[in-house]
């Protein structure tokens, strides 16, 4: 039987006690198209069957296949987290930590 625990608190989730809940993060490259947007704006119609090609394509391709189409710095991560880790994942999903090293003493 497979046993998941929560990435975060490392606690064993049990799926008869809690629900177990996945993070998908995807980390890729946004695509500067500004050489794009020049060439299709003369030509509209050409614009339109390039998204038809690249959404066939994205379909076709499994998320496996996509990640090493795109080795560039483009990541799948995914985490298991318990329901107490989702709730705190939420309410900071980039773990930014807040800045108690902001004292305004000197004044
Ligand atoms: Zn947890």
Same mark, same amino acid.
């Given at each position: 039987?497979?046993?998941?625990?929560?990435?975060?608190?490392?606690?064993?989730?049990?799926?008869?006690?809690?629900?177990?809940?996945?993070?998908?993060?995807?980390?890729?490259?946004?695509?500067?198209?500004?050489?794009?947007? !020049?060439? /299709?704006?003369?030509? !509209?119609?050409?614009?339109?069957?390039?998204?038809?090609?690249?959404?066939? /394509?994205? !379909?076709?391709?499994? !998320?496996?296949?996509?990640?090493?189409?795109?080795?560039?710095?483009?990541?799948?991560?995914?985490?298991?987290?318990?329901?107490?880790?989702?709730?705190?994942? /939420?309410?900071?999903? /980039?773990?930014?930590?807040? $800045?108690?090293?902001?004292?305004?003493?000197? $004044?």
């Amino acid at each position: 039987m497979l046993h998941y625990s929560c990435d975060l608190c490392q606690r064993p989730i049990d799926p008869a006690v809690c629900i177990r809940h996945v993070v998908k993060i995807n980390v890729f490259p946004a695509v500067d198209s500004q050489n794009d947007e !020049e060439s /299709l704006a003369g030509s !509209e119609t050409l614009g339109d069957d390039h998204l038809d090609d690249m959404h066939d /394509l994205l !379909e076709r391709l499994e !998320e496996q296949d996509l990640a090493a189409f795109l080795d560039d710095g483009t990541r799948s991560l995914r985490f298991d987290l318990c329901d107490a880790c989702r709730q705190r994942f /939420l309410r900071n999903p /980039l773990g930014i930590q807040p $800045n108690k090293s902001f004292t305004f003493s000197d $004044n």
